[in-house]
Nanobody
Framework: VQLQASGGGLVQAGGSLTLSCAAS????????MGWFRQAPGKEREFVAA???????KHADSVRGRFTISRDNAKNTLYLQMNSLKPEDTAVYYC?????????????????WGQGTLVTVSS
């Protein structure tokens, strides 16, 4: 499966952005899907993941502000980001893995998009 992330940009603190991850060559419903981010000088970290409507996980740092969702008809994964903070500045990546295992484990993800940059100004 090929993943194409988009929707990043520059936003002021407190603002909102919605990231999209369009998939081709595979059906997203057949995969666990995740969003990860990497800030300058830091390791890539887990943000949110979606296995099914009953199996969704968000990192503590974004819970209550970010929401992951999936549109099966559009074969697209989304990350709605509200109340953005400067510390949310990073390159955001979407990723896919086969069902099973631990949703937040970066090493389990097999397919990665190219990343989209989110910059939050103070």
């Amino acid at each position: 499966v090929q993943l194409q992330a988009s929707g990043g940009g520059l936003v002021q603190a407190g603002g909102s952005l919605t990231l999209s991850c369009a998939a081709s060559g595979g059906t997203l419903s057949g995969f666990d899907m995740g969003w990860f981010r990497q800030a300058p000088g830091k390791e890539r970290e887990f943000v949110a993941a979606f296995r099914s409507e009953d199996a969704i996980k968000h990192a503590d740092s974004v819970r209550g502000r970010f929401t992951i969702s999936r549109d099966n008809a559009k074969n697209t994964l989304y990350l709605q980001m509200n109340s953005l903070k400067p510390e949310d500045t990073a390159v955001y990546y979407c990723a896919a893995k086969y069902h099973g295992g631990y949703l937040a484990q970066i090493s389990e993800y097999d397919y990665w998009g190219q990343g989209t940059l989110v910059t939050v100004s103070s």
